[in-house]
């Protein structure tokens, strides 16, 4: 079993880059307020800590601005060359869709992507919950790709994994990340009191990739000390057995990291 990392703090607008094992050297851009998770998602395994913000609060935490986004990636192309940086992905300490101005900071993105990183991707990774928005579906189809969360092939899965706020049925978090184009799914696997590995749950989950149709999927289990300390971590092996289920029953290509 490999060593965990500790969990990650995020308090720029801008963070990085990182060596991602999906992204390479990744520009992370977090939407999201200073100091606190803001996220519809609790996953028992969040690399950002317990400690969230609740949706619905009194006193507004404040979201970054298109122009603080504009003026933390122009000081970043100040020390950073175009072939320091593989992709720009927009993340941070929760659900980056929440943000009041996803629109218009992607644009911003997009602009330096452009001027300073020209051969860098443009990356979102979110939950899809926020799918069925159309300023959210058109502001991520500007993107060069969207990863989406779907760890669940049922409704007690997700509920005791990713514990959304509210009711959210797995069928209704199907449609609505099937409602954006050209997705890749970004899968967690875990052992442990809740567990996803088991041959049903990973059925039920393959039965929505394939209603889903992504390019792709992206399996892949801790990588980081998760925010619930009895979850444990699926070794590889067993992860090149889920995908080969994947790909030889729905016919998606499966990416194992």
């Known amino acids: 079993m490999s060593t965990l990392q500790h969990q990650r703090s995020v308090h720029d607008v801008v963070f990085g880059p990182f060596d991602s094992r999906r992204f390479g050297k990744s520009l992370g851009v977090n939407l999201l307020p200073r100091g606190s998770r803001v996220c519809n998602f609790d996953c028992i395994y969040c690399e950002c800590g317990t400690a969230t913000w609740p949706l619905q609060w009194d006193l507004q935490p404040r979201f970054p601005e298109p122009e603080d986004v504009r003026r933390a990636l122009a000081a970043a192309a100040e020390v950073l060359k175009p072939g320091e940086v593989d992709s720009i992905t927009l993340a941070g300490n929760g659900e980056p869709t929440l943000s009041p101005h996803l629109g218009a900071i992607v644009d911003v993105v997009a602009e330096a992507r452009d001027r300073d990183w020209p051969s860098a991707r443009t990356v979102i990774l979110t939950n899809g919950t926020s799918a069925h928005r159309p300023s959210v579906r058109y502001a991520l189809a500007k993107l060069d790709e969207r990863v989406v969360k779907l760890d669940a092939g049922n409704n007690w899965i997700l509920e005791q994994m990713n514990r959304p706020t509210g009711r959210l049925p797995i ?38 990739l394939k209603r889903i149709k992504p390019l792709g999927v992206q399996i892949y289990s801790l990588d980081r000390m998760p925010a619930m300390p009895w979850v444990r971590q699926v070794e590889r092996p067993e992860l090149e057995s889920i995908a080969r289920y994947v790909e030889s029953v729905a016919g998606i290509p499966v990416h194992v990291y």
Do not use: C, K
């Open 171 to 208: 069928t209704e978090l199907a449609h609505r990340i099937a409602m954006l184009p050209g997705v890749l799914i970004q899968s967690m696997f875990v052992h442990g009191p809740v567990d996803n590995t088991r041959p049903e749950h990973v059925e039920m989950w393959t039965e929505y």
